[in-house]
């Protein structure tokens, strides 16, 4: 018995192979597509990064203001 769909023609169970039916190929497609989105994160990390060093007020390699206090325990010893 045949079915129908919308479009008027009958629809008949076929045998297709495995991957014949497949939707669509697997493999080097999809690792460029993959390589090429993980590149252009690490570029737009590295722009952020970047961004981030040029407005950042203190720079890295300045050198930490330094405090001197006394020791504890020597505030009442006179030398």
Same mark, same amino acid.
């Given at each position: 018995?045949?079915?129908?769909? @919308?479009? #008027?023609? =009958?629809? +008949?169970? !076929?045998?297709?192979? !495995?991957?014949? /039916?497949?939707?669509?190929?697997? #493999?080097?497609?999809?690792? $460029?597509?993959?390589? %090429?989105?993980?590149?252009?994160? %690490?570029?737009?990390? $590295? &722009? &952020? *990064?970047? $961004?981030?060093?040029?407005?950042? =007020? +203190?720079?890295?390699?300045?050198? /930490?203001?330094? !405090?001197? !206090? *006394?020791?504890?325990? @020597?505030?009442?010893? @006179? @030398?």
């Amino acid at each position: 018995m045949d079915r129908q769909q @919308n479009t #008027g023609r =009958p629809v +008949t169970d !076929t045998k297709v192979s !495995t991957d014949k /039916a497949r939707q669509g190929k697997a #493999g080097r497609p999809v690792l $460029f597509v993959l390589i %090429a989105a993980l590149v252009l994160v %690490a570029i737009a990390w $590295f &722009a &952020a *990064e970047m $961004f981030g060093q040029s407005i950042d =007020p +203190t720079p890295d390699n300045a050198p /930490a203001p330094s !405090t001197q !206090t *006394e020791p504890a325990g @020597n505030s009442g010893v @006179n @030398n």
